[in-house]
């Protein structure tokens, strides 16, 4: 079971959020011309628009982006993003998710820069002995 599952299990009411540069890392790392069979002309097409989805306001605008990706995108970057990205779009679209709570942070550094601190702090061994 993936950890995001294990975590809404969890926390039911948790809204999770996937850092921005994350999100575009991802992106730019799968969208390949090897990796989808896409030419390069359509990789920065599909690119674009998908840019423009990550920084939209609104489920509206998500919808007619969404739409659009649908009819310039290759079926095996559609494909991709319908398993991976689309289900979970309130997730890491800049419009659906940063008002939950998360008071406008983008990136999750203040969470890894806590995490680099704890980590020598405590052992795993720690918490599985109690």
Not at 83 to 103: A, Q
Request: aromatic share 10%; proline share 3%.
């Amino acid at each position: 079971m993936k950890e995001r599952n294990v975590i809404k299990q969890v926390f039911p009411n948790t809204a999770l959020t996937i850092c921005l540069f994350h999100t575009l890392r991802t992106f730019n790392r799968e969208i390949t011309c090897d990796k989808r069979n896409i030419t390069p002309n359509e990789r920065d097409t599909v690119k674009e628009i998908i840019q423009n989805i990550i920084y939209c306001k609104s489920e509206l605008e998500y919808n007619n982006l969404y739409q659009h990706l649908k009819t310039v995108a290759p079926e095996t970057v559609i494909e991709y993003y319908n398993k991976n990205w689309h289900g979970i779009r309130d997730e890491w679209v800049i419009g659906l998710t940063y008002m939950t709570g998360n008071f406008m942070n983008k990136t999750n550094n203040r969470l890894e820069s806590f995490n680099g601190k704890l980590n020598p702090e405590t052992a795993y061994s720690d918490a599985t002995n109690s």
